[in-house]
């Protein structure tokens, strides 16, 4: 009976998990040193980490190397041909024989659409997307970062969150509860004590997890809140139109599915409707939002099962859908 491998590597984590031909899960494993993006972490320090997820599911499963028939690797940062060549020589370190590597957003797009075409939006740490049509052509805009067009992402929301709190304090923004929630998540009073210590002690970054402050304040329905969120649900629509348009026709309803803690696990309503409104306005087309319930990972080893010529059928997704995350 094959046994499946997969891995998805993003910024934040590695996590790995292993699967028999009927989706029944064997083991899983997440790294404690963090992410397999080589573009942030450097190659060594990706592939170390994806080795640690790999032993760690290895060690869950009680299996060895040589017990893998296949691994399919998903590893945000595997966009160009540079990049590509570059993680592929950091992976021959791995001792499998059997390996294939793709970005993590197809396996993003093959858990939210079943047939493996349409549109797929990373919002995670930073944001990605991507697309497929019929004929297996395949499209990416973004991911890059801020300075190469990209405006969306934990990272981006949580600096945006502190600019927000900054501004209403100093009231060039209207009156926001996130002065008062940002205070509070650093441990001060008010923004004034906030705005002083970062500068006293030379600080220009937040932690990402203060996204999640921007989330609270906009489902309170606090209006700067919404505001942020609506801005980074237009820019996410944006890339989404901007995949339709390089991929040409694509089957109605296009399915955009969303992956990566921000929209998969936030799914703020003002993003989600910033998000629609654009991509309806631009193509005149249905579209369809898809928010997995399965964790991208499951993505690579559904990739891994295609490989093999092992039909994914509705029981394996169920399974799939069900084993949860890497906490659970």
């Known amino acids: 009976m094959p046994i499946i491998m997969g891995v998805d590597g993003g910024g934040s984590k590695t996590f790995t998990v292993i699967s028999d031909e009927n989706g029944n899960l064997l083991g899983k494993g997440v790294s404690g040193g963090g992410g397999g993006n080589y573009q942030t972490v450097g190659i060594d320090k990706a592939v170390e980490n994806i080795t640690a997820s790999i032993e760690a599911a290895l060690k869950s499963a009680g299996l060895d190397y040589k017990d893998i028939d296949f691994v399919q690797y998903g590893l945000a940062g595997a966009d160009r041909p540079k990049d590509i060549a570059i993680i592929e020589s950091g992976l021959k370190r791995i001792p499998f ?8 957003t197809m396996e993003g797009l093959r858990i939210g659409s079943k047939n493996f075409t349409g549109v797929v939006l990373v ?22 970062g801020y300075f190469f067009g990209d405006y969306a992402g934990g990272a981006a929301m949580a600096q945006e969150t502190f600019r927000a709190a900054v501004r209403s304090w100093e009231q060039r923004e209207q009156h926001s509860v996130l002065t008062e929630k940002v205070s509070k998540y650093f441990g001060f009073n008010n923004m004034e004590e906030v705005f002083n210590h970062f500068l006293d002690n030379d600080m220009y970054h937040v932690p990402n997890d203060l996204a999640l402050i921007l989330h609270e304040a906009a489902d309170e329905g606090d209006p700067l809140a919404i505001s942020l969120m609506e801005k980074m649900g237009k820019e996410l629509g944006l890339a989404a139109s901007a995949v339709i348009k390089n991929l040409g026709d694509l089957n109605q309803p296009i399915p955009i599915v969303l992956t990566g803690s921000i929209v998969q696990k936030g799914q703020n309503k003002y993003l989600l409707e910033a998000l629609r409104k654009i991509v309806e306005a631009e193509h005149q087309k249905q579209i369809e939002l898809v928010i997995p319930d399965m964790e991208p990972v499951y993505g690579s080893v559904l990739l891994g099962m295609d490989h093999l010529g092992i039909n994914a059928t509705d029981d394996i997704y169920e399974k799939f859908n069900s084993y949860g995350g890497y906490e659970e």
């Open 97 to 104: 024989e059997n390996w294939d590597l793709v970005c993590d």
């Open 123 to 144: 919002c995670g740490t930073g944001t990605n997307a991507a697309g497929r049509n019929n004929e297996g052509k395949q499209v990416q805009i973004g991911g890059f």
